[in-house]
């Protein structure tokens, strides 16, 4: 098996690492072109999205979730419109479950 | 039965002669089961009487109080709890229809913890239908129907905790328990006269308590004063191992002995809102009076502002989210169209869509509020203002109908999203979003109507005694608190 010092192996790594992305670039890129798919148009500026409901409502429910919808980003504007700082990170409240380290049986 | 002027005695003044042995515990039972029969219809305050087990409770004290076996100043005590608290085998409807028959098989942590207390249950309390979570339209909107605020019965007690709104007032309980998400300690507190704690988040344990949002939902008593909120979060406040979320902090408070100007040296910022032209004057004048009772109990006072963030909105992102998660199955079953209130219905199906961006901003502002807002107390010892811009809407008002424009104005197309000023305003969003604590005591009442107006002080975290200190050399000076409805 051929050595390699730290130096060298830094080199190789590195290279690797680029590599990875770029792999998955040119493998993109070798495939055959895809005509576009039709996609739906996007909604015009303030109209918000329907939420997509396994239950059914009648034409009159749906227009009240609609407008509850609208009520609520109009109501949500002024947190969407401001700009957070890249590095601020959610207030969350999550622990690992920590498993007692069981004691290593001799032998 | 006992008089109405025992009824109308606090926790501290009831225990007193409980422990004296002037006054049996089943008696006091016996008595407010009576008035809750008679009175609670009325009020629409309740949702189910639990008389066998408060009777076998109150019994129990009895014997353990003349064995010289107390279990401290609850032992005895009749209360009554918010109807999302789990109780072993009694009807627990969360103000529902679809939950009319709902009965779990064990107690909320902090049901046990009023039982070992000594406390007795004697009734569970009229709520707004999920505690409002979907957003509703009007104080009916709830399986008990409205609960009416006691000074009167033409208006709405508040929400979400309506019942223990209607019912300390009125003397039916000894004290209550009731929930905030978003105000649903503070609103009642502040329309129907009662004193209301609303706790640092994680304080008391949220087991067995319906969830409407795990980050926001805080359990907190309502009672006839600021000191016997103390009593009663001694009792149960504390970590429970069911609660993940509850904090590992002792609460220990003793009240005051102290007379003279107890508020020397203490320094109180003031926040100061925009009071509406409907009702919001009067509220003004009544809220400038407290201030002036507080300056001559020694406060040094201040105006401020909270930092600059959209709190109002942070609230409802966070809420929403977390209801559409908690109520999904639910809403999808098609169950939610059961509901009374048809905002709650399209507010709980509109929630489903709340994209997840949406409600990883808020808790990204969050994590930014917290210190901010904590900073201000560095400056202040608590902060004051008006529990509510004015008092109690009618019964049959609809929350969502704009407020009266000048003739000819046409009304805009969407209510207007308050201005950023206004936020930095908004008490009771910018407390609850930063999970800080929050006692409302009433302050006066309006002229015409009768109507109570509260005041609020907040503190910084796990410091509900500063709160308490507040409100209570505030009582101890003022008499809205021993104020009686005539029913």
């Known amino acids: ?107 | 039965m006992l008089s109405e002027d025992i009824l109308y005695l606090s926790v501290q003044e009831l225990s007193t002669q409980i422990h004296a042995r002037k006054i049996s515990p089943v008696e006091l039972t016996e008595s407010y089961l009576a008035r809750l029969e008679k009175l609670g219809p009325k009020l629409g305050a309740v949702a189910t009487l639990t008389p066998d087990l408060a009777l076998e409770q109150a019994r129990v004290a009895e014997r353990e109080i003349a064995a010289g076996r107390t279990r401290g100043p609850l032992h005895g005590i009749p209360f009554g709890a918010k109807d999302l608290l789990a109780t072993r085998g009694i009807r627990t409807t969360w103000g529902a229809p679809p939950f009319k028959d709902q009965v779990f098989n064990y107690d909320a942590a902090l049901i046990r913890k009023l039982r070992a207390a000594g406390a007795v249950l004697v009734a569970k309390l009229s709520m707004i239908e999920l505690a409002g979570g979907g957003g509703y339209s009007n104080g009916s909107a709830s399986l008990q129907g409205p609960s009416r605020c006691p000074y009167n019965l033409d208006h709405w007690a508040g929400g979400s905790s309506s019942g223990p709104g209607a019912a300390v007032p009125s003397a039916l309980v000894g004290f209550a328990i009731g929930s905030e998400t978003l105000g649903s300690i503070i609103t009642p507190a502040a329309f129907s006269g009662v004193s209301g704690l609303r706790p640092t988040y994680g304080r008391v344990s949220r087991h067995g308590a319906m969830a409407l949002s795990w980050t926001m939902d805080k359990l907190g008593p309502m009672c006839r004063s600021a000191v016997d909120c103390g009593v009663v979060l001694n009792a149960i406040a504390g970590k429970d191992p069911d609660d993940p979320t509850s904090l590992d902090a002792t609460f220990a408070w003793w009240p005051p002995r102290g007379k003279g100007k107890p508020l020397v040296g203490k320094r109180l910022g003031v926040i100061q809102p925009e009071f509406p032209a409907e009702g919001g004057p009067e509220a003004g004048q009544i809220f400038a009076a407290a201030l002036d009772v507080l300056r001559g109990l020694g406060a040094k006072l201040e105006e401020t502002e909270f930092p600059d963030f959209p709190y109002g909105p942070i609230a409802v992102t966070l809420y929403t989210a977390e209801a559409a998660s908690i109520f999904r199955p639910f809403i999808e079953s098609g169950k939610v169209m059961e509901l009374i209130d048809e905002s709650q219905k399209s507010g709980l199906i509109a929630a489903l869509s709340l994209p997840a961006k949406d409600y990883l901003d808020a808790c990204r502002l969050r994590a930014e509020i917290l210190p901010a807002v904590g900073k201000m107390f560095e400056k202040y010892d608590a902060l004051v203002s008006p529990s509510r811009t004015g008092p109690a809407p009618r019964i049959d008002v609809d929350f969502n109908a704009p407020p009266p424009r000048p003739a000819g104005e046409k009304p805009p197309e969407h209510p207007p999203a308050p201005p950023p000023s206004e936020d930095r305003k908004s008490t009771i969003a910018a407390s609850n979003v930063a999970g800080l604590p929050a006692l409302s005591v009433p302050c006066g009442f309006t002229k015409e109507k009768n109507l109570p107006i509260g005041i609020q002080f907040v503190a910084d975290a796990l410091r509900e005694d500063v709160c308490i200190e507040f409100a209570a050399a505030y009582q101890s000076a003022t008499p809205w608190h021993r104020k009686r409805p005539s029913l």
């Open chain 1, 1 to 107: 098996m051929t050595r390699v010092n730290r130096r060298e192996f830094a080199k190789i790594m590195g290279g690797a690492a680029l590599a990875v992305p770029l792999a998955h670039t040119v493998a993109w890129t070798q495939e055959a072109p895809k005509k576009p798919e039709p996609t739906k148009p996007a909604l015009p500026p303030g109209e918000a999205a329907k939420p997509e409901l396994k239950l059914k409502l009648t034409p009159k429910q749906e227009e009240a979730v609609q407008k509850a919808v609208e009520r609520r980003d109009h109501q949500l504007a002024t947190l969407r419109n401001r700009t957070l700082p890249y590095d601020a990170e959610p207030a969350f409240v999550f622990q690992v479950r920590q498993r007692p380290r069981s004691a290593r049986k001799a032998g």
